[in-house]
């Protein structure tokens, strides 16, 4: 058996070399990693056209999105396309319910109209590079380096701050085996200029979310502004549309199924280098608490916004960033399940371990078991983390948002100076108004009812504050919200304005007995007295042990051509516009149509219903310059491109240079590609960048944003 096991993770480690399509690559590392292949696939533009420092380049026009996103230039004057799920909150910001943006789109007409965004900005990668050295400088006899490191990545961070928003920063690559700094320039003037309404950008719902085939219009267009010298600064009438150095020519041609395909943007997370024992862990432990927390939240969620038009706006983000993750969990497992990924993880350390032996790495081979031991020692502690953050930080929402009242409390508690305090205290009244603009008191106390039984199931007890021990213990979960609720001041926004505004400490003493922020504060103290120190210990140990055993994969698997974990920086992957066979008698094609749309269309359904005007144009087959060679209009498309959380919004681009989608999504059978990558069947989602056009000029009637872009003919393709 241990002989199949080694050969089967020989084989398995041989055919990552041949993958073409997994990774995500430092853009400044394409040309001696991956340029080469990259042609080979069909890539018509060098290296240095995709990443340079020394002229414009395709970097210049990708730009990571409020931090959470990515977007694209498309035109010459800072007009960004990204997804619409990813401009979601904005667009639910500036929407109520005799104005709903939401429900039935927002177009600008002229640039007057482009609507402001306080707290939204986007950031430019300058660039990109290699400070191992030093970083790792004065470290190398110390037990614990730690220390060093931190102090000399603060001096890096430090040195490269500037004006006009020049920022950077280190970042740890292979778990701090390697270190890049990320020089950045950010702009915080960007502007809402277009969205198509929910039956467009969010069709389907949540039954095709993670889903192909897949028929969704997800994006929406903001616009960057400047000063008159082009530099970032803060919102003003005088500012200028932001004139980029790059924009990204569109092709109206579109996705061919074959052609080459690449995703350039912000992953934020993948961890392929887990090793066998925490992808168990995953998924038979993390994975089903965290999903079954969402299960509970969302069906209190989805109830009340059904029956109330006010929370369905409300709770329209928070719904969707929700049920987001909670259906990418649920098919994370499912794939990572089908496809044996754990034992695939055994096979690969079996491999590993005989190597180590052959080369006398006996180092690597100690951190890999002890890793496991560690994994197996740190799992409760891991689980009741991801417990507490799904209650407190994802459900309901009272517990912290009065945490926010702590620095108040305990100024007050120190007596510290008059000015101090009313300077916080006035900070918090500046907030109440968009704290309870999207709040419910109703929805959060049945949120916190449904969560409660499922969180003492998965919760161990000795990670339980007495109060909540003393609930499950009663069984009097709804008694005692229902109590909390009633009398608690946090859920009135008046109430709240006038305790802070008063002078007294009269209000102040009022709060410090206020049962929510007493349980909120007995929560938080378990949470930092039991769960958070014995993470961070445990945490600290499976790093340190990760950077040997990973150091241990670079240097005895040199045949791999090894790519580190997303980090929420610059990377591009590659492929090809491809469908896939995830399954026995499934074959999934790699393009869907406007007739696959309308075959889904159900008359007033809350995922499947379409506006009027998109029915005409439908059945006009009105899709102008936009339509295929067969007259048909092609809505989205699977490539063959390695992506993660963080892409969404990332251009797909051509061999030529040219945005052909804009990736929003995986199948649900790819959700599984942040822990393992299989290529048969993991492919990300795009809409076809010619749907996104017939939007906004055949639905929208936006022609003015259409003249602002450089369509390249299919005719020249």
């Known amino acids: 058996m241990k002989k199949s096991l080694i050969l089967f993770g020989f084989l398995f480690s041989i055919s990552l070399r041949i993958i073409a399509h997994e990774g995500m690559w430092i853009p400044s590392l394409l040309k001696a990693l991956n340029e080469s292949e990259m042609k080979t696939l069909g890539l018509k533009l060098s290296a240095e056209d995709i990443y340079s420092i020394n002229q414009s380049s395709l970097k210049d026009a990708i730009v990571h999105f409020g931090g959470f996103c990515t977007g694209e230039i498309i035109s010459d004057q800072g007009l960004v396309l990204t997804n619409h799920h990813c401009g979601y909150g904005a667009i639910q910001s500036h929407s109520s319910v005799e104005n709903d943006y939401l429900e039935h789109g927002f177009w600008a007409k002229n640039k007057g109209q482009e609507l402001s965004n306080p707290d939204l900005f986007v950031t430019f990668i300058v660039s990109i590079e290699d400070v191992t050295e030093k970083v790792l400088q004065g470290t190398d006899t110390l037990k614990n380096p730690e220390p060093v490191i931190r102090r000399n990545i603060a001096e890096i961070n430090k040195a490269v701050k500037g004006e006009n928003g020049m920022d950077g920063f280190v970042r740890a690559f292979y778990y701090g085996n390697q270190y890049f700094l990320i020089k950045t320039k950010t702009y915080n003037d960007v502007r809402l200029v277009g969205a198509p309404p929910s039956s467009i950008g969010k069709y389907g719902g949540d039954t095709d979310n993670w889903v192909w085939p897949r028929h969704t219009g997800d994006f929406s267009l903001f616009r960057i502004y400047a000063n008159k010298n082009n530099e970032p600064a803060a919102y003003s009438e005088d500012n200028v549309p932001f004139k980029p150095k790059k924009h990204l020519p569109i092709s109206l041609k579109g996705s061919d199924d074959g052609e080459f395909a690449m995703v350039y943007g912000f992953p934020g997370r993948t961890e392929h280098f887990l090793s066998s024992e925490e992808v168990k862990h995953i998924v038979e432990t993390i994975n089903p608490a965290r999903i079954s927390m969402r299960d509970a939240s969302l069906e209190v969620i989805n109830e009340a916004r059904e029956s109330d038009a006010k929370i369905k706006i409300q709770y329209a983000a928070k719904q969707s960033s929700i049920s987001n993750a909670w259906k990418k969990w649920r098919g994370q497992n499912r794939g990572l399940i089908m496809f044996n990924a754990i034992d695939k993880k055994l096979g690969f350390e079996a491999d590993y371990r005989e190597r180590a032996k052959q080369k006398g790495k006996t180092e690597y081979a100690a951190a890999l078991d002890q890793l496991i031991e560690n994994q197996k020692n740190r799992g409760d502690i891991t689980l009741a983390r991801a417990n507490f953050i799904e209650l407190v930080y994802v459900g309901a929402e009272i517990f912290k948002y009065a945490y926010g009242f702590n620095q108040i409390m305990d100024l007050y508690a120190s007596k510290a100076a008059d000015t101090t305090l009313f300077n916080a205290k006035q900070k918090k009244v500046n907030g109440i108004d968009a704290f309870f603009k999207d709040y419910n008191a109703q929805v959060d106390m049945d949120i916190l009812k449904a969560q409660l039984p499922v969180y003492f199931k998965y919760m161990d007890e000795a990670y339980l504050s007495e109060t909540l021990l003393e609930v499950k213990r009663n069984g009097n979960i709804n008694e005692w919200v229902d109590k909390m609720y009633a009398k608690t001041l946090f859920t009135q926004p ?194 076809d960048i010619r749907y996104v056009l017939f939007v906004v000029d055949k639905y929208a009637n936006a022609n003015h944003l259409i003249e602002e872009m450089d369509l390249i003919s299919s005719k020249n393709n």
């Not at 102040?508 to 120190?533: H, N, Q, R, W």
């Not at 610059?570 to 896939?580: C, D, H, N, Q």
């Open 494 to 687: 008046d109430e709240l304005r006038k305790i802070l505004n008063a002078g007294g400490a009269v209000g102040l003493k009022k709060l410090s007995k206020d049962p929510v922020y007493l349980a909120m504060k007995e929560l938080y103290g378990t949470y930092f007295s039991k769960i958070a120190p014995s993470y961070q210990v445990a945490n600290a140990a499976h790093e340190e042990l990760m950077k040997t055993y990973v150091q241990g994969i670079l240097e005895l698997f040199p045949e791999i051509d090894h790519w580190p974990d997303a980090n929420s920086t610059l990377r591009l992957s590659y492929g090809k516009v491809e469908g896939s066979q995830p399954k026995d008698g499934v074959i999934y094609d790699p393009q869907t149509t406007m007739d696959g749309l309308i075959a889904k269309y159900i008359p007033g359904d809350k995922e499947f219903d379409l506006p009027e005007k998109m029915l005409s144009l439908a059945k006009d087959k009105d899709y102008g310059q936009y339509a295929n060679e067969n007259g048909e209009l092609v809505v989205c498309f699977t490539s063959s491109n390695h992506t993660s959380g963080g892409n969404s919004g990332s251009p797909v681009i051509n061999g030529k240079g040219e945005l052909i989608g804009l990736n929003f999504d995986r199948s649900w059978e790819s959700t599984m590609s942040d822990i393992m990558f299989d290529p048969s069947i993991c492919r990300n989602i795009a809409v």
